[in-house]
């Protein structure tokens, strides 16, 4: 029987987090409910995760990227709470790292989780760069999955020191793309790859910009599309030519569409 309310979706936040109100927005402007905890909290009460339908790791630097991005937050979850987060993936719902989060999920090993290993067998790495980057990106998607349907194609800013994404051999490589984990591209404003510096603006192999788990319920990329969400967030505004409907809220729609398929939800208020 289908029930009338919107899907929850908890944005977990921890010391250096700086992204969560951003991405909680976002997914209320895309029909969830979201609710926003420091990880303190839920790890005092984790059967939290068993209420919701969704799990968010925003960017930010998460306890200050000691010990490397995403390690300390990272081990939390996967000593505390990974085997709640997996059911909660396994029940439908979605799991969705943004930049810091996207090495968040690396650490815990829920990405890529290819052929259901735990195994670390990709990395963010420093820049190519060698520094800090913070631009415009174009990013398209090359498979369908919870967040986006393959031809997507959507606009936002990068802003990281190492999000350049790596695997531990070629054959690792070939091994996502054959699975279709290889999710979202960064591409030219033309919409071609390879995308050279600065359109890919870390120097990620193949263009990588996000990856998913085998089911496509579990995503991680490194850029921000919760930071285009208004007219006046684009580079273009000021010039006359920002799209009047932004494309950073897409993926957002998408994975409240697939929650509600998947947990039978009827929007709130129908």
């Given at each position: ?34 609710v ?7 790890l ?5 995760l068993d209420t ?57 090993g ?6 259901g ?61 054959a ?20 359109f ?13 788990d ?21 580079p ?21 569409r ?13």
């Open positions: 029987m289908s029930r009338s309310r919107k899907p929850r979706v908890l944005v977990l936040r921890a010391p250096g987090t700086n992204c969560e109100r951003e991405t909680a927005f976002a997914f209320a402007a895309a029909g969830a409910e979201p926003t905890l420091h990880v303190n909290v839920l005092d009460k984790p059967k939290t919701l339908e969704g799990l968010v790791l925003p960017g930010g630097f998460s306890f200050g990227d000691d010990l490397g991005a995403g390690t300390v937050f990272g081990a939390l979850l996967r000593t505390r709470l990974l085997p709640r987060i997996r059911r909660l993936v396994d029940r439908g719902g979605i799991v969705l790292g943004i930049c810091n989060g996207f090495q968040v999920l690396v650490k815990t829920l990405l890529p989780a290819l052929e290993s735990e195994e670390q067998s990709v990395a963010l790495a420093a820049n190519v760069s060698n520094r800090y980057e913070d631009r415009w990106v174009t990013l398209e998607a090359v498979s369908d999955n919870a967040f986006f349907s393959r031809g997507d194609r959507i606009d936002c800013p990068v802003a990281h020191g190492e999000g350049r994404f790596l695997a531990q051999d070629a054959a690792t490589l070939d091994m996502l793309e699975a279709g984990q290889l999710a979202l591209k960064y591409v030219d404003p033309a919409g071609h790859v390879p995308a050279r510096y600065p890919n603006p870390n120097g990620a192999a193949r263009d990588v910009a996000g990856i998913t085998p089911t496509g319920r579990v995503l991680g990329l490194m850029p921000h599309p919760e930071r285009n969400q208004f007219p006046w967030q684009s273009l505004f000021h010039a006359g030519l920002a799209p009047k409907t932004p494309d950073g809220l897409l993926p957002f729609k998408n994975a409240v697939h929650l509600r398929r998947a947990f039978d939800l009827l929007p709130s208020g129908r």
